[in-house]
């Protein structure tokens, strides 16, 4: 019996009858008491395109849990709506919403003595959120992707949402009609699913599948296909057979399962916010893992696939050409995977993969060939130096140059950085500093999208660069740097640069380096003083209060008793 059984069991005598009563309001009846409860966190909404489908996979993995024997219990978790945020004031509230639908999941399953949960979400931080939930209930669980979206098509090209925020750099930049950016506009998002390149939720869903915490081929399909509502009710099965066996997310969740994870996210070419979210589930199981490891498997692991943002294909080619078991078997093959880490289902990985193929069909060029690569390494760089002694995280697929010197442009918030790129006023050579925009500062660690993409839609992607102790989103390609640790509010070396400041980034050396002298430094850090908090109360007054650095996840429970 699971040991919340059995605590159930011990206080049935004084308890009996009320909490019977109750249950049976909502359903049970006398043959159900002994049954597994199951909770399902589904993660239904219309706010955004990637979770407006889930209500229906939400109730597909009812019915299978009824069939398998067990009492499913559903409730409702929050989302927002990265795409629609972004570039806003209400983007704060994203990498949030990660700590929020934590805390509910983990508030409902604690508080309901559930014996397992099933947890089905769409857009970015759902994935990372409802997984970080289940590594602190260490409870039987099993995520289930919402789904990816399908692409748009204009002009006999594939669209995504990252479609349109380029577009709008390249109407300002006078390469586009006004009646092109509103044709890209309405075309982009066909329907329901999650942003349709290897941006962050894909990315986030594929390290789920690596890690075994959801069903193999799960992470790639489409929101809309029934082979995805077919998935949520086996994915029911499954779990209550885990429940059965006691097969614990620790079991699953280990540095084996994490190091899968990471080698897949580069195989994939992945977003940069996979870092930050492995990092966070790693400390909510208990798991060692830092940047360095990032940096030790991206040397051994190429980019496979040939995927947006930086690419040209979208997750549903990814899957039509073999999903992420044909790029996981790839790596097994050559000893780039733990093939004896679990999964849910009970099987190891090496079992789960044994039928899958050697190679990929040579008949599409999604998935390359073992000896023609995209990259030859991964991807995601860790990147240190004065201006980012914690580290930063930079994603180098599709850049030119990986490294650049030049004259800072010093911006104190996303907004004023874009109107800059769109006034004409960053020029070829410049290295574009965002800050106050981290965990703390920001607070929640904006994704610059907007700025990105109008660099890009300029055609400033290969000659600008761009760094920030916020965050990017999965969208984003170009010289870039990231979650810059320590971030500007704690008084990072960030929160000293100066307009026209040499910085050099340089990608091959994993350097980021402001290039003043330390005694110039040492006068500047004596004078700064920290901003006051944006916020004095409220979700994200508490949220800044807590939080820890972006190099340890941006965690909201680290060292709080110390």
Same mark, same amino acid.
Not at 128 to 147: D, E, M, Q, S, W
Not at 410 to 438: H, P, T
């Given at each position: 019996?699971?040991?919340?059984?059995?605590?159930?069991?011990?206080?049935?005598?004084?308890?009996?009858?009320?909490?019977?009563?109750?249950?049976?309001?909502?359903?049970?009846?006398?043959?159900?008491?002994?049954?597994?409860?199951?909770?399902?966190?589904?993660?239904?909404?219309?706010?955004?395109?990637?979770?407006?489908?889930?209500?229906?996979?939400?109730?597909?993995?009812?019915?299978?849990?009824?069939?398998?024997?067990?009492?499913?219990?559903?409730?409702?978790?929050?989302?927002?709506?990265?795409?629609?945020?972004?570039?806003? $004031?209400?983007?704060?509230?994203?990498?949030?919403?990660?700590?929020?639908?934590?805390?509910?999941?983990?508030?409902?399953? %604690?508080?309901?003595?559930?014996?397992?949960?099933?947890?089905?979400?769409?857009?970015?931080?759902?994935?990372?959120?409802?997984?970080?939930?289940?590594?602190?209930?260490?409870?039987?669980?099993?995520?289930?992707?919402?789904?990816?979206?399908?692409?748009?098509?204009?002009?006999?090209?594939?669209?995504?949402?990252?479609?349109?925020?380029?577009?709008?750099?390249?109407?300002?930049?006078?390469?586009?009609?006004?009646?092109?950016?509103?044709?890209? $506009?309405?075309? @982009?998002?066909?329907?329901?699913?999650?942003?349709?390149?290897?941006?962050?939720?894909?990315?986030?869903?594929?390290?789920?599948?690596?890690?075994?915490?959801?069903?193999?081929?799960?992470?790639?399909?489409?929101?809309?296909?029934?082979?995805?509502?077919?998935?949520? $009710?086996?994915?029911?099965?499954?779990?209550?057979?885990?429940?059965?066996? +006691?097969?614990?997310?620790?079991?699953?969740?280990?540095?084996?399962?994490?190091?899968?994870?990471?080698?897949?996210?580069?195989?994939?070419?992945?977003?940069?916010?996979?870092?930050?979210?492995?990092?966070?589930?790693?400390? @909510?199981?208990?798991?060692?893992?830092?940047?360095?490891?990032?940096?030790?498997?991206?040397?051994?692991?190429?980019?496979?696939?040939?995927?947006?943002?930086?690419?040209?294909?979208?997750?549903?080619?990814?899957?039509?050409?073999?999903?992420?078991?044909?790029?996981?078997?790839?790596?097994?093959?050559?000893?780039?995977?733990?093939?004896?880490?679990?999964?849910?289902?009970?099987?190891?990985?090496?079992?789960?993969?044994?039928?899958?193929?050697?190679?990929?069909?040579?008949? +599409?060029?999604?998935?390359? +060939?073992?000896?023609?690569?995209?990259?030859?390494?991964?991807?995601?760089?860790?990147?240190?130096?004065?201006?980012?002694?914690?580290?930063?995280?930079?994603?180098?697929?599709?850049?030119?140059?990986?490294?650049?010197?030049?004259?800072?442009?010093?911006?104190?918030?996303?907004?004023?950085?874009?109107?800059?790129?769109?006034?004409?006023?960053?020029?070829?050579?410049?290295?574009?500093?965002?800050?106050?925009?981290?965990?703390?500062?920001?607070?929640?660690?904006?994704?610059?999208?907007?700025?990105?993409?109008?660099?890009? %839609?300029?055609?400033?992607?290969?000659?600008?660069?761009?760094?920030?102790?916020?965050?990017?989103?999965?969208?984003?390609?170009?010289?870039?740097?990231?979650?810059?640790?320590?971030?500007?509010?704690?008084?990072?070396?960030? @929160?000293?640069?100066?307009?026209?400041?040499?910085?050099?980034?340089?990608?091959?050396?994993?350097?980021?380096?402001?290039?003043?002298?330390?005694? $110039?430094?040492?006068?500047?850090?004596?004078?700064?003083?920290?901003?006051?908090?944006?916020?004095?109360?409220?979700?994200?007054?508490?949220?800044?209060?807590?939080?820890?650095?972006?190099?340890?996840?941006?965690?909201?429970?680290?060292?709080?008793?110390?």
């Amino acid at each position: 019996m699971p040991e919340n059984r059995k605590s159930r069991a011990i206080t049935e005598g004084v308890q009996r009858s009320p909490n019977r009563a109750m249950l049976r309001a909502v359903g049970f009846g006398d043959k159900d008491f002994v049954k597994p409860i199951v909770g399902l966190a589904n993660g239904h909404s219309t706010i955004t395109p990637c979770n407006m489908g889930i209500g229906k996979l939400a109730e597909r993995a009812e019915s299978g849990f009824k069939q398998a024997g067990a009492m499913p219990q559903m409730f409702g978790t929050i989302t927002i709506s990265d795409g629609i945020s972004m570039g806003t $004031e209400g983007m704060k509230y994203s990498l949030v919403s990660r700590e929020v639908i934590a805390d509910s999941i983990e508030t409902v399953c %604690g508080g309901q003595s559930l014996d397992g949960v099933l947890a089905i979400g769409g857009c970015d931080k759902n994935m990372p959120g409802a997984t970080i939930a289940i590594a602190r209930l260490n409870i039987p669980a099993i995520f289930v992707y919402g789904g990816t979206i399908k692409p748009g098509h204009l002009d006999g090209r594939d669209l995504t949402v990252v479609s349109s925020f380029e577009a709008v750099g390249e109407f300002s930049a006078g390469k586009i009609s006004e009646e092109e950016l509103m044709n890209v $506009e309405r075309n @982009a998002c066909p329907g329901a699913g999650s942003c349709g390149g290897m941006y962050t939720a894909n990315t986030m869903s594929s390290a789920i599948e690596a890690m075994g915490l959801s069903l193999p081929y799960s992470s790639t399909m489409a929101a809309e296909d029934e082979e995805k509502a077919e998935s949520a $009710e086996k994915s029911a099965f499954v779990l209550v057979e885990a429940i059965r066996k +006691q097969i614990l997310p620790s079991h699953i969740l280990t540095r084996k399962g994490f190091e899968n994870a990471i080698a897949a996210i580069m195989a994939v070419g992945g977003s940069t916010n996979s870092v930050l979210h492995l990092l966070a589930i790693a400390h @909510a199981i208990g798991v060692e893992l830092s940047l360095d490891d990032f940096e030790t498997i991206r040397e051994r692991v190429p980019v496979l696939c040939d995927l947006k943002p930086s690419g040209r294909y979208v997750a549903t080619d990814l899957h039509k050409a073999g999903g992420i078991p044909q790029v996981m078997k790839m790596l097994l093959d050559r000893g780039l995977l733990h093939g004896d880490a679990l999964t849910v289902s009970g099987q190891t990985i090496a079992e789960v993969l044994a039928d899958v193929p050697a190679a990929p069909s040579p008949d +599409q060029d999604v998935i390359r +060939q073992w000896d023609n690569p995209m990259y030859r390494q991964g991807h995601l760089a860790i990147l240190k130096g004065n201006l980012a002694v914690e580290g930063a995280v930079a994603k180098i697929s599709g850049v030119k140059n990986p490294k650049i010197t030049g004259p800072a442009r010093v911006f104190e918030s996303e907004e004023d950085c874009l109107s800059a790129i769109l006034d004409g006023k960053v020029v070829a050579g410049d290295v574009v500093v965002v800050r106050y925009e981290g965990p703390v500062g920001g607070p929640g660690m904006r994704e610059m999208l907007a700025p990105t993409s109008a660099i890009i %839609g300029a055609g400033l992607g290969d000659s600008v660069g761009l760094i920030t102790d916020g965050r990017f989103s999965g969208g984003t390609y170009g010289m870039v740097v990231g979650h810059v640790a320590p971030e500007a509010a704690v008084g990072g070396t960030i @929160a000293l640069v100066k307009e026209g400041d040499s910085i050099t980034i340089d990608a091959e050396q994993r350097l980021l380096q402001l290039n003043v002298p330390e005694e $110039e430094l040492a006068q500047r850090r004596a004078a700064w003083q920290p901003p006051q908090p944006r916020y004095q109360k409220g979700t994200l007054a508490k949220y800044a209060k807590l939080v820890s650095s972006s190099s340890l996840g941006a965690v909201t429970d680290l060292d709080l008793f110390s």
